[in-house]
């Protein structure tokens, strides 16, 4: 499956990391991929697939930025904000994963 590309959109919010598995899109992802669980604000009703299932988005935490793929919807994000994979969220913060949350765009 192709991931089609978003359209720049510029959103904020805060970056936390969960234990990745069978999302709401419906497949299965592992901690080692670079994927989000988008908040339901934006996602939609989790009931459905989401027109944001498989896209990929640029996130960026100061000068690190990296891309990745919407695979889940995150209940407890506020709008804006991301529920990431262990290695996107080490990946945006050089290893860092005591940090536990960020301040990112996307």
Do not use: H
């Not at 080692?32 to 640029?58: D, F, H, P």
């Amino acid at each position: 499956v192709s991931a089609a590309p978003l359209a720049k959109r510029d959103y904020s919010g805060r970056a936390t990391y969960y234990a990745v598995g069978l999302g709401a899109c419906g497949g299965t992802n592992s901690d080692s991929e670079m994927v989000v669980a988008l908040n339901t604000a934006q996602y939609g009703n989790t009931g459905v697939r989401s027109s944001w299932c498989g896209k990929r988005i640029t996130i960026s935490n100061g000068g690190n930025t990296q891309t990745a793929t919407v695979v889940d919807a995150c209940p407890t994000c506020s709008y804006g904000s991301l529920d990431m994979s262990p290695a996107l969220f080490s990946a945006l913060t050089n290893g860092n994963m005591g940090l536990g949350v960020f301040q990112m765009s996307w």
